[in-house]
């Protein structure tokens, strides 16, 4: 599987932008870029995903770089609500019927949000 | 929206003893999941299911096994509780395998301590 690469911690003031980063210089064709986050005491929950457009969706936007190298979440105002651990996965779609697009989470970004 | 539940959030069972952590899903959802989140080691996949009565190992399958009699049911089984499968279950669902349906959905987790 290719892997990714995030800081282990950020830390943001409540109602600023905030910039995610990832790396995945492995990335292949058929790797689709997931954000998961889970919050304290709770499963994860889907965020957003992409393959090489930028994606935009209620929770937070998703800019892939030209390479598909890097990409970056962008929570536009962060809120108290938006501290919790920040996932980027690669998942295989490609076709072969080898994959079931799973999932592999890593370590991810510890957000904290300030008041 | 997708509701995913577990039937217990915490857990304490004896070493040796059979234990079954039971996932419902309420979204007619094909595939279900069931992933252990340990510190350091992030969350790792132990099986899924894309149908009825159809499984697949993920990574770490042994000391478990799986049911799906019904669709919106996916039970994980410890046929003998070890210490080592202290951890906390969480269990998932997803309309498809890849495409644009398939994110996953999480339950709130079962911190399963076994003494």
């Known amino acids: 599987d290719a892997k990714t690469t995030q800081p282990n911690s950020m830390e943001s003031n409540e109602e600023e932008p905030v910039h995610l980063p990832c790396n995945h210089s492995t990335i292949s064709g058929t790797d689709y870029i997931h954000w998961y986050r889970q919050l304290p005491s709770q499963g994860p929950e889907y965020v957003i995903h992409g393959l090489t457009s930028n994606v935009n969706n209620r929770m937070a936007s998703l800019a892939i770089a030209e390479d598909r190298k890097s990409s970056t979440l962008i929570l536009h105002r962060a809120t108290l609500r938006d501290a919790a651990v920040y996932y980027c996965i690669l998942r295989d779609e490609g076709a072969g019927g080898t994959s079931y697009g799973k999932l592999t989470f890593g370590q991810g970004t510890i957000l904290t949000v300030h008041p | 929206d997708v509701k995913v539940t577990q039937s217990s959030r915490y857990l304490v069972k004896r070493t040796g003893e059979k234990v079954f952590l039971e996932c419902v899903q309420d979204?007619?959802?094909?595939?279900m999941f069931w992933y252990r989140q340990d510190p350091g080691l992030g969350l790792r996949l132990i099986y899924f299911s894309y149908d009825v009565k159809m499984k697949e190992k993920g990574d770490i399958p042994e000391g478990y096994s799986v049911s799906r009699e019904k669709k919106e049911r996916f039970s994980l089984i410890l046929e003998s509780a070890s210490t080592n499968q202290t951890s906390m279950y969480l269990c998932?669902?997803?309309?498809?395998?890849?495409?644009?349906?398939?994110?996953?959905?999480f339950g709130p987790g079962t911190r399963l301590t076994v003494l």
């Open positions: 998932a669902s997803s309309l498809s395998l890849t495409g644009l349906s398939n994110e996953q959905f």
């Open positions: 979204m007619d959802h094909e595939n």
